[in-house]
Structures are given as C-alpha cells and as structure tokens.
C-alpha cells in the first residue's frame, strides 16, 4: 500500500506557481521521498527526490517539513504542459533496486 | 536521463492468443527491471520485479504463469501475455533502473478483443 496522502485534483493557472502537497506520516528515518509525473498515455517521468534537505532542480522545488512528515512539490511557473497526474512516492534507498508503490495521485490541470 | 523504449507501442490480439512486449534500456545496463500495468483512471500497480539472469519476482495476486518475464540481458525485458483475454487489456509499463533512478519506458496500450 502507498504510505502517502494526496489531494485528488488541483487547478493552477497558466504562469503561477503550482504547489502539491504530501502527507507521508509514517516515513521512516531511511526512506526518500519521490516524486513523478504522468501524462496521459505516457509513462511516468521522474521529477525530484530528497531525503530531508529541500531540493531543487530545473524542473521543481521539494519542500520538505523539519519532521518529515509532510512534503510540497513546487512548480514555479508552471505551462499547460505540466497538466499531468503527479505521484508523490516514500521508498527506502537501496540503489534503485526497491520498487516504487504509486498511490493515487493529484490529477494537476493547469488553466489558460 | 536514460531512456526505455517499449515495443509495440499498442497491440490489439485476439482472445486465446499471446502477445510478447519487449522492454529496452537505449543507453544503459538495467540489473533490474520492473513491469506495471495500469487500467483506465487508475494508479499503476506493480506486476513484478526482473533482475537480470534470475527468475521474476511476482506480486502478489498476479499469476507467473500467465505474464511471463525473461530478463535475459542487461538491456532487454519481456512480458508475455500468455492466453490473454479481455480483461487484460490495460496499459503495461516497464522501468528500468540506473543507479538510484528508475527510469520508464512509454508504455504499452494492450486490447484483447
């Protein structure tokens, strides 16, 4: 079963930032928090991860709460492009070889 | 980052018949692969994990006998949809993975007719 907590669905304007949230109480010491993309009909993209320092790259920004316990995916501008279900995944790090358990999601629209 | 392609991309078959998607790491070595499958307005479930030269370790409820994976080298991955019927039409997905990442393929949109 996921161990994470998500809005069904968010709206976000076109060009405003879009900020996803996650609840991951019972994340364990070891484990990362992961997040991925689907667009519909595709396979999922790989966005961010970290463990407990926040994150950025050229994608988003991961916020992650000091107890861990929750987490926020930013997107900073974001396009119609970023239309797309978001999954926020907790998986224990053993050098890719443990498998992601995907719950349900938020479905992301952004609005024109 | 790494690439996985899936082939075919759709497949429409025949009940009774099987149907083989082939999963394939383009620009590095996968020790691991993994097979997904998704139906409509769901959220992908895990089939199964392939490590290369040993057998598939299948979840729970999916049976080994009727998906079949080989994961004979470090760049290829097969599902084998032995016998299918309609109600294993759904969107099989694979991943692989390189270093710490797992990296998708596009997936593979099955119709059994």
């Known amino acids: 079963d996921a161990k994470t907590t998500q809005p069904p669905s968010m709206d976000c304007a076109e060009g405003r930032a879009a900020n996803l949230p996650c609840n991951h109480s019972t994340i364990s010491g070891n484990e990362y928090v992961y997040w991925y993309r689907q667009i519909h009909s595709q396979g999922p993209q790989y966005i961010i991860h970290?463990?407990?320092n926040n994150e950025t790259n050229e994608m988003a920004s991961l916020i992650i709460t000091e107890d861990r316990k929750s987490s926020t995916l930013i997107l900073p501008h974001a396009t119609l492009r970023d239309t797309a279900v978001y999954y926020c995944i907790v998986r224990w790090d053993q050098g890719g070889s443990e498998k992601l358990v995907f719950g349900k999601g938020t479905k992301l629209t952004v609005n024109p | 980052g790494a690439v996985v392609s899936q082939h075919p991309s759709r497949v429409i078959c025949k009940s009774g018949t099987s149907v083989k998607i082939e999963c394939r790491s383009l620009?590095?070595?996968?020790?691991?692969m993994f097979w997904y499958r998704q139906f409509p307005k769901q959220s992908l479930m895990l089939m199964a994990t392939?490590?290369?030269?040993?057998?598939?370790?299948?979840e729970q409820g999916v049976e080994k006998d009727k998906f079949l994976i080989n994961h004979a080298s470090l760049t290829l991955s097969t599902l084998t949809v032995t016998s299918a019927h309609p109600e294993d039409s759904s969107f099989y997905i694979c991943s692989a993975t390189a270093g710490r990442e797992q990296f998708f393929g596009p997936g593979t949109r099955l119709t059994v007719l």
């Open positions: 970290g463990l407990k």
């Open positions: 392939s490590n290369e030269g040993s057998k598939a370790t299948y």
């Open positions: 620009d590095f070595q996968a020790t691991t």
